[in-house]
């Protein structure tokens, strides 16, 4: 096994995940299998706790693993499914050695975090990189070096090192290298800070990756060469680029495949990036012609819907749109009242989310698309909302609501999934992962997927209530897709240009050259709208 760590210094949110993502990339097309790991050094076993404003979006994997958004930007590079064992947690690995230390697993010894906690970060490392049958792994260390949560893992990762041999590991760190003043200035102090911080703990890096607003310039490049003591062609400027997808060329014009020969020992490489780059131009050659509503709790941080976005980006370039996206807090709906936001949009997409706060912002988008004719997409709670929506003012129901909140009513169309009740855990206890969706003949559903199963990622503890479902379809509801008969998974209506719902999450299978095809649908409807 061959790995590649990317640590990240001087602040967070450099990027690094697009980094590992990208250098993952060059590889596989090289002809490499590659796999990556995410460690995240905070102790919540997992994201599935975490508001999205703590890190943006919960990222859900097909085993149901509910992991960091960054495992997303790892599955669209690489075109692989992973598992929740490819994010490892501060809380995964304590919680390990605390359950060996309660068998008897340590009997007689004081368990210390070395080597107890850095063994077993890299027991978890060395598991994923087993069962993946990859010969190459990228492990992105979350956080920055220096901080205290990070420290057992920086350890780790340098005992891995002497373990693995320095032939079969790499470490490119990733720093900031801001433009200071009037003259425009590039300061690589930070840079020989966190590098120096980086080296007292054990681990030189052997590339630097430089985050610039614009390219480094060379006497800046050959500044941090000499006061970092790495090479000059180590030293990779990764400055801002128009898409992220553009990444993996900047990194293969600077020469990261010949450095990873190097020192990974590997046979002369050659890139295959001819597809990626196919994507790319038409990327860049779609036109803003198309205008999307996202109707969100949590729009004040883009990345809470990151995978929205990408499966939008991958659909435009599939339909010949670039999507502009009106962001309309859902909050801000449900206080004004003012739908005036909403007039000239070509589709509204309702995401999920979680509690009352905003949802009657949802329904309120969600009746002005029905009534409208405007293109809709509604995604778990956007879907549930769309049948609280029709209940109440179709079928007269206006107590009609969902058994999330509060609140007497005859009419909970949307209830907790029978085997929720019988947990108090809130940790991994939703329906998660990847679950078969059997699809009706004749549909809209069935022509957007042109097959009669599927099976796409959940996430969710609320469903359509049975009870209602008679009374729903009756009344013009059509759910064309279902899990064992009674589980709502689709809904549509037939009388509407384009109304689709679903109560899993086809945004996170989206991948770049094979977008998800309820999105790709959406897009194409909107567009017909826009011509």
Same mark, same amino acid.
């Given at each position: ?118 063994? %077993?970060?890299?027991?978890? !490392?060395?598991?994923?990189?087993? &069962?993946? *049958? ?5 492990? @992105?260390?979350? /956080? ?97 680029? %128009?898409?992220?997808?553009? !990444?993996?060329?900047?990194?293969? &014009?600077? *020469? ?5 020969? @190097?020192?990974? /020992? ?266």
């Amino acid at each position: 096994m061959k790995y590649i760590v990317v640590t990240g210094g001087v602040l967070s949110g450099l990027g690094k995940g697009i980094l590992a993502s990208s250098t993952g990339l060059l590889l596989k097309s090289c002809g490499f299998s590659v796999t990556a790991v995410k460690i995240d050094p905070y102790l919540n076993c997992d994201a599935g706790t975490m508001n999205p404003y703590q890190h943006g979006e919960v990222f859900v994997m097909d085993d149901g693993g509910e992991v960091d958004l960054d495992l997303g930007n790892y599955e669209r590079f690489l075109d692989v499914d992973m598992t929740r064992d490819n994010n490892i947690t501060t809380g995964k690995v304590f919680r390990a050695v605390i359950e060996k230390e309660r068998r008897g697993d340590y009997l007689g010894k004081t368990v210390q975090i070395i080597p107890h906690i850095t063994n %077993e970060i890299k027991d978890q !490392v060395r598991r994923v990189a087993g &069962a993946s *049958g990859a010969s190459i792994m990228i492990i @992105e260390l979350g /956080g920055t070096v220096g901080d205290i949560e990070s420290m057992p893992f920086i350890e780790a990762l340098r005992q891995l090192r002497q373990e693995a041999g320095r032939g079969n590991i790499m470490f490119i760190h990733t720093t900031l290298v801001p433009v200071v003043g009037a003259v425009g200035e590039q300061k690589t102090k930070p840079t020989q800070h966190s590098v120096k911080t980086l080296m007292s703990l054990g681990i030189h890096p052997d590339v630097i990756a430089a985050r610039c607003s614009i390219p480094i310039e060379p006497s800046t490049r050959e500044k941090i060469s000499l006061f970092c003591d790495v090479p000059l062609k180590a030293v990779l400027s990764i400055h801002d680029v %128009e898409f992220i997808h553009e !990444v993996p060329m900047l990194l293969e &014009a600077q *020469g990261i495949v010949p450095l990873a020969e @190097e020192h990974l /020992g590997l046979q002369k490489l050659k890139p295959d990036l001819e597809g990626w780059r196919r994507y790319v131009s038409a990327l860049k050659g779609t036109r803003a012609n198309v205008t999307i509503a996202l109707i969100g709790k949590y729009t004040h941080l883009k990345d809470s819907y990151i995978s929205h976005l990408k499966a939008l980006e991958h659909s435009g370039v599939e339909n010949g749109v670039k999507p502009k996206i009106v962001w309309v807090e859902a909050t801000d709906l449900e206080d004004t009242r003012d739908t005036s936001c909403l007039s000239g949009v070509h589709g509204i997409l309702v995401p999920g989310g979680f509690g009352v706060r905003g949802s009657e912002g949802k329904i309120l988008a969600i009746q002005y698309a029905r009534e409208h004719g405007i293109p809709y997409l509604g995604i778990c709670f956007g879907m549930q909302m769309a049948v609280v929506e029709y209940a109440r003012n179709v079928l007269g129901w206006k107590d009609a609501r969902s058994g999330e909140f509060d609140g007497p009513s005859e009419h909970v169309v949307i209830d907790l999934m029978p085997e929720q009740g019988k947990t108090d855990s809130k940790g991994a206890t939703m329906r998660l992962g990847a679950h078969r969706v059997t699809i009706k003949d004749g549909t809209l559903a069935r022509k957007v997927y042109g097959v009669p199963e599927v099976r796409e990622r959940h996430r969710h503890r609320y469903e359509v209530n049975p009870t209602h479902v008679p009374r729903l379809e009756a009344a013009g509801i059509v759910f064309s897709g279902n899990d064992g008969g009674e589980r709502m998974e689709i809904m549509e209506l037939p009388d509407h240009p384009f109304f689709l719902a679903t109560q899993f999450h086809p945004e996170l299978r989206s991948r770049p050259q094979k977008a998800s095809p309820p999105f790709r649908a959406f897009l194409a409807a909107a567009k017909r709208v826009a011509e």
